[in-house]
Protein backbone atom coordinates (compact mmCIF):
# COMPACT_ATOMS: atom_id res chain seq x y z
CA UNK A 1 0.00 0.00 0.00
CA UNK A 2 1.60 3.63 -1.23
CA UNK A 3 1.87 6.07 1.22
CA UNK A 4 -1.38 8.73 -0.14
CA UNK A 5 -3.97 6.05 -0.85
CA UNK A 6 -6.97 5.82 1.11
CA UNK A 7 -7.73 3.11 3.87
CA UNK A 8 -11.39 2.06 3.65
CA UNK A 9 -13.22 1.65 6.72
CA UNK A 10 -16.76 -0.20 7.39
CA UNK A 11 -18.62 3.22 6.87
CA UNK A 12 -16.30 3.49 3.07
CA UNK A 13 -14.81 6.57 5.16
CA UNK A 14 -11.46 7.58 3.41
CA UNK A 15 -9.47 7.98 5.72
CA UNK A 16 -5.25 8.92 5.08
CA UNK A 17 -2.44 7.47 6.58
CA UNK A 18 0.18 9.71 6.33
CA UNK A 19 2.75 10.58 9.20
CA UNK A 20 3.25 13.80 10.54
CA UNK A 21 6.64 15.67 8.88
CA UNK A 22 9.68 15.46 11.24
CA UNK A 23 11.30 19.23 12.39
CA UNK A 24 14.63 19.61 13.48
CA UNK A 25 14.47 22.35 15.65
CA UNK A 26 18.12 24.17 15.45
CA UNK A 27 19.29 25.86 18.74
CA UNK A 28 22.03 28.30 18.83
CA UNK A 29 23.88 29.05 21.33
CA UNK A 30 24.15 33.06 22.76
CA UNK A 31 21.54 33.72 20.05
CA UNK A 32 18.59 36.53 21.17
CA UNK A 33 15.35 35.33 20.82
CA UNK A 34 14.11 37.77 19.14
CA UNK A 35 15.35 40.66 16.74
CA UNK A 36 16.04 44.02 17.84
CA UNK A 37 15.22 46.91 15.97
CA UNK A 38 16.68 50.11 16.25
CA UNK A 39 14.73 53.00 15.57
CA UNK A 40 14.81 55.54 12.80
CA UNK A 41 16.78 58.12 12.87
CA UNK A 42 15.85 59.99 9.60
CA UNK A 43 18.12 61.38 7.20
CA UNK A 44 20.65 63.18 8.26
CA UNK A 45 20.50 66.90 7.80
CA UNK A 46 16.48 67.06 7.32
CA UNK A 47 14.87 69.04 9.47
CA UNK A 48 10.93 68.97 9.31
CA UNK A 49 9.18 72.07 8.49
CA UNK A 50 7.59 73.83 11.79
CA UNK A 51 3.50 73.00 12.67
CA UNK A 52 1.36 75.37 13.32
CA UNK A 53 -2.25 74.53 14.39
CA UNK A 54 -4.78 77.99 13.59
CA UNK A 55 -7.92 77.40 15.63
CA UNK A 56 -11.03 79.21 13.92
CA UNK A 57 -12.38 82.55 15.72
CA UNK A 58 -15.76 80.85 17.97
CA UNK A 59 -19.00 81.98 16.22
CA UNK A 60 -20.77 83.28 19.84
CA UNK A 61 -25.04 83.26 18.78
CA UNK A 62 -27.79 82.82 20.83
CA UNK A 63 -27.26 79.73 22.70
CA UNK A 64 -24.33 78.70 24.27
CA UNK A 65 -21.06 77.45 22.45
CA UNK A 66 -17.72 75.30 23.40
CA UNK A 67 -15.36 78.40 24.04
CA UNK A 68 -11.91 78.53 25.56
CA UNK A 69 -12.06 81.16 28.69
CA UNK A 70 -8.75 82.82 28.81
CA UNK A 71 -9.29 83.82 32.31
CA UNK A 72 -9.15 80.49 33.82
CA UNK A 73 -7.75 78.75 30.87
CA UNK A 74 -10.09 76.15 30.63
CA UNK A 75 -12.22 74.61 27.16
CA UNK A 76 -15.85 74.98 29.37
CA UNK A 77 -19.30 75.54 27.38
CA UNK A 78 -20.83 78.96 28.30
CA UNK A 79 -23.51 80.08 30.26
CA UNK A 80 -25.43 82.64 28.18
CA UNK A 81 -28.07 85.71 29.74
CA UNK A 82 -29.90 88.31 27.71
CA UNK A 83 -29.49 91.84 28.15
CA UNK A 84 -31.21 94.81 26.11
CA UNK A 85 -29.22 96.05 23.77
CA UNK A 86 -29.81 98.82 20.53
CA UNK A 87 -32.46 96.19 18.73
CA UNK A 88 -34.43 96.03 21.90
CA UNK A 89 -34.20 100.22 22.20
CA UNK A 90 -34.64 100.66 18.80
CA UNK A 91 -37.96 98.49 18.22
CA UNK A 92 -39.71 100.17 21.46
CA UNK A 93 -38.83 103.66 20.15
CA UNK A 94 -40.63 102.18 16.47
CA UNK A 95 -43.43 101.03 18.91
CA UNK A 96 -43.50 104.30 20.57
CA UNK A 97 -44.05 106.40 17.28
CA UNK A 98 -45.68 103.67 15.22
CA UNK A 99 -48.45 104.72 18.30
CA UNK A 100 -47.99 102.44 20.27
CA UNK A 101 -50.73 102.54 23.32
CA UNK A 102 -49.11 102.92 27.40
CA UNK A 103 -47.06 100.39 28.33
CA UNK A 104 -46.66 98.49 24.66
CA UNK A 105 -43.00 100.25 23.73
CA UNK A 106 -42.10 97.92 27.03
CA UNK A 107 -43.04 94.45 24.62
CA UNK A 108 -39.35 93.98 23.05
CA UNK A 109 -37.60 94.21 26.94
CA UNK A 110 -39.75 90.83 27.45
CA UNK A 111 -39.32 89.51 24.06
CA UNK A 112 -35.63 87.21 23.95
CA UNK A 113 -35.32 87.71 20.31
CA UNK A 114 -34.48 91.47 20.52
CA UNK A 115 -32.06 91.62 23.29
CA UNK A 116 -28.42 91.52 23.13
CA UNK A 117 -26.40 87.87 24.44
CA UNK A 118 -23.51 87.80 26.71
CA UNK A 119 -21.43 84.40 27.26
CA UNK A 120 -20.11 83.70 30.73
CA UNK A 121 -17.41 81.02 31.95
CA UNK A 122 -19.41 78.75 34.52
CA UNK A 123 -16.33 78.74 36.82
CA UNK A 124 -14.84 82.16 36.93
CA UNK A 125 -18.00 84.00 35.35
CA UNK A 126 -16.26 86.17 33.56
CA UNK A 127 -17.20 87.59 30.23
CA UNK A 128 -16.12 85.71 27.15
CA UNK A 129 -18.19 86.99 24.31
CA UNK A 130 -20.90 88.84 23.37
CA UNK A 131 -23.82 88.21 20.20
CA UNK A 132 -25.33 92.26 19.13
CA UNK A 133 -28.31 91.56 17.41
CA UNK A 134 -27.97 94.44 15.45
CA UNK A 135 -24.30 95.37 14.15
Not at 3 to 29: C, F, G, K, M
Not at 60 to 72: D, K, N, Q
Not at 100 to 126: R, T
Request: charged letters at 10%; aromatic letters at 10%; proline letters at 9%.
Amino acid sequence: MTENQPILTSNDDAVYSRTAPQYVAEIRPNAPPYQIQQPYQGSPGFTSPPVYVVQAATVYGEFPVAAHCHACNTDVMTVTTFNAGTLTWLSSGIICLVGGWVLCCLIPFCINACKDVVHFCPNCHAVIGKYNRLG
